[in-house]
């Protein structure tokens, strides 16, 4: 396994819809690509409809990424989508230990020299 001291789990959580907006936010920022999960938002407060309780759509964004550029995101995402806004983004880091490629996919097409 190779060693990834200075790598970092960024998630990013948004209002569902935003992702394509926080996406080129993030790749301003520097992010080469993500991971995005379509989530369920569970707070104190539940909107109920005809008897029925609905919770708010989510999406989560996920990136593995060096230390330095998910500051740089993270200052981006709360500038730009951030709790103000109708994406109402918020996010956070977590240390990865160790990362190992599981699958080495051939470059696509556009990536050919």
Excluded: Y
């Amino acid at each position: 396994m190779e060693s990834a001291n200075n790598t970092k789990a960024l998630l990013i959580v948004i209002n569902a819809g935003f992702s394509a907006e926080v996406m080129n936010v993030a790749r301003e920022a520097g992010a080469k690509g993500a991971t995005i999960m379509n989530a369920r938002g569970e707070g104190v407060m539940h909107k109920s409809f005809m008897g029925i309780t609905l919770d708010s759509e989510k999406e989560m964004i996920l990136m593995l990424i060096d230390d330095e550029t998910s500051q740089k995101i993270m200052t981006a995402v709360k500038e730009k989508v951030g709790v103000n806004s109708l994406a109402n983004g918020i996010c956070f880091t977590m240390p990865v230990e160790k990362t190992t490629i599981i699958n080495n996919f051939p470059p696509r097409i556009d990536e050919k020299e």
